[in-house]
């Protein structure tokens, strides 16, 4: 029954390994700058050193408030070692209205806003929630469209730290 469970959580962790797409790109260094909750710009650039999860979202997107919790547990449990959320809204939604909607939901990790584009500095957009990892370096190397859970970001981050 051990192997049996065994099996069961390496098969879990396998498919969840291979939500996260690998980017087959020249990897660039990326950053810019969009405003926070407080009206502040904030640089992507802050963060280096660390992993970037860059998760774009919005509040009336049913998948991105289930992956919430999950975004929320990853940040407070990697924020102050290896990783960080950066969470973008994607929406045109008043400032307060989101600041209201960011505590009911205690996201505990910066973000940013910007209204929908044709083409985010990080590429298109096609559908939310679209998650991001972003390097220590600064360089792009995962996309996932959908949801994502902390358990796949942790096994990616482990799988590029460990190769």
């Known amino acids: ?36 909750l407080k ?11 660390k992993w970037v999860v860059l998760n774009y979202w919005a509040t009336w ?3 991105c408030l289930k992956e919430i919790p999950e975004l929320v547990e990853f940040h407070e ?21 989101l600041v209201e909607f960011t ?12 209204k929908p584009t044709a083409k985010t500095p990080v590429g298109v957009i096609s559908g939310l929630p679209t998650t991001f990892l972003i390097s220590p370096e600064g360089k792009l190397v995962a996309r996932q469209s ?5 358990e796949m970001i942790e096994e990616f981050i482990n799988q590029q730290s460990n190769p």
Do not use: W
């Not at 009206?39 to 050193?49: A, D, I, M, Q, T």
């Not at 449990?77 to 209205?97: L, M, S, Y």
């Not at 939901?105 to 910007?114: A, E, K, Q």
């Open 39 to 49: 009206g502040v710009e904030r640089k992507l650039s802050e963060f280096r050193g």
């Open 61 to 63: 997107c049913p998948p």
């Open 146 to 150: 959908g949801p994502v859970t902390a």
């Open 77 to 97: 449990q990697h924020q102050d070692k290896n990783a960080v959320v950066v969470g973008v809204d994607f929406e045109d939604i008043p400032r307060d209205e």
């Open 103 to 114: 505590e009911s939901y205690f996201m505990s990790y910066p973000i940013l806003m910007t």
């Open 1 to 36: 029954m051990l192997v049996a469970s065994r099996f069961a959580s390496l098969i879990r962790i396998g498919a969840a390994t291979l939500l996260l797409f690998p980017l087959v790109i020249k990897a660039e260094t990326i950053d810019f700058s969009l405003p926070d």
